[in-house]
T-cell receptor, first 112, second 115 residues
Framework: GEDVEQSLFLSVREGDSSVINCTYT??????LYWYKQEPGAGLQLLTY?????DMKQDQRLTVLLNKKDKHLSLRIADTQTGDSAIYFC????????????FGKGTMLLVSP | EADIYQTPRYLVIGTGKKITLECSQT?????MYWYQQDPGMELHLIHY???????EKGDLSSESTVSRIRTEHFPLTLESARPSHTSQYLC??????????????FGPGTRLTVL
């Protein structure tokens, strides 16, 4: 079955770059996503990448996709304390009726 | 800002009570979802719907039930709450996209505690 794996915890200092990693097993994954959950809130889509792309950049966020190794990463440049949150990797297949498969989430803690 | 609402935000009830968690969205989305989130962060899909009169069970077996009589409303009901139902419940919605991108918009969640 489908499986999405993430490391559970990452701690960085303010101003450093953060890299959150994710691996997935479903070779038919079409879109891969990064969602962010702040304390006491629901999830919010940060960015997504189509499976035929290698990289996508959006301001401080860079997503890298290695389709051969089924590895996805999210790099946050100049990490701020406001970036402290849980980050979920997710994947979906090429169908409007596909549901998202989420990883277990990585808690990012940014210290001043 | 996502227009998806959940009530109540917090609920503490006794074992055996019947409860309904409300979820409404004003975006006209056809697809709606209920997730259960562990204290350890993991999300489990428990129910989803593709539109009015459509309901499906998710990956995690749940004793709850859902209904979808109106596009904007997707309530979740527990007939007899138990301590094992204590969790955070997140509702989400998304639209059908010709590009198959599934951007789900999440409500703020209901934190349920069953004593």
């Amino acid at each position: 079955g489908e499986d999405v794996e993430q490391s559970l915890f990452l701690s960085v200092r303010e101003g450093d770059s953060s890299v959150i990693n994710c691996t997935y097993t479903d070779s038919s994954s079409t879109y891969l996503y990064w969602y962010k959950q702040e304390p006491g809130a629901g999830l919010q889509l940060l960015t997504y990448i189509f499976s035929n792309m290698d990289m996508k950049q959006d301001q401080r966020l860079t997503v890298l996709l290695n389709k051969k190794d089924k590895h996805l990463s999210l790099r946050i440049a100049d990490t701020q304390t406001g970036d402290s949150a849980i980050y979920f990797c997710a994947e979906s297949r090429n169908s409007g009726y596909s549901t998202l498969t989420f990883g277990k989430g990585t808690m990012l803690l940014v210290s001043p | 800002e996502a227009d998806i609402y959940q009530t109540p935000r917090y609920l503490v009830i006794g074992t055996g009570k019947k409860i309904t968690l409300e979820c409404s969205q004003t975006m006209g989305h056809d697809k709606m979802y209920w997730y259960q989130q562990d204290p350890g962060m993991e999300l489990h899909l428990i129910h989803y719907s593709y539109g009015v009169n459509s309901t499906e069970k998710g990956d995690l077996s749940s004793e709850s039930t859902v209904s979808r009589i109106r596009t904007e409303h997707f309530p979740l009901t527990l007939e007899s709450a138990r301590p094992s139902h204590t969790s955070q419940y997140l509702c989400a919605s998304s639209e059908f996209s010709s590009a198959y991108v599934d951007e789900q918009f999440f409500g703020p969640g209901t934190r349920l505690t069953v004593l």
